[in-house]
């Protein structure tokens, strides 16, 4: 007949916990990497006027982009002033702290900035900032 042999081995089996905090570090790598890419925002190119005190704001929901020859662009979207009017006033209404970021070329005329800030004003937005690029 068989004879089964008994092991006398008492050791108790351990967890490797250093490879588990490695893959978390790694998974949380990942995760910081892929969210900071999410977060561009949509728009058309513009060559920005530089700023040294340029504050870096990562999320935008209503950017308004003037191009040099006057064209006004909501998002990456081509749309008369009107139209960004009209929405903008319905977004102010509904949220007390709608903010609206303006991008405007930087061989964009003064005036046109002025007059765009001034619209946005009069249909009731009182956030309103404006888009640079760091120096």
Known sequence: MFRRKIRNNSTIPNIQISPMID????LLIFFIM??????????IPLQLPAAQNAVTQTTADFIVAI?????????DK?????NILIQAKSHAQDNANFAVIVRAD????????????????QVGVTRIGMATMEK
């Open 78 to 82: 081509k749309m008369p002033l009107d």
């Open 106 to 121: 930087e061989k964009t005329s003064y005036g046109t900035v002025i007059n765009l800030l001034d619209k946005l004003k």
């Open 34 to 43: 892929t969210t900071m890419f999410l977060t561009q925002v949509k728009t």
């Open 23 to 26: 893959m978390v570090f790694l």
């Open 67 to 75: 191009k040099a020859d006057g064209s006004t662009w909501l998002g």
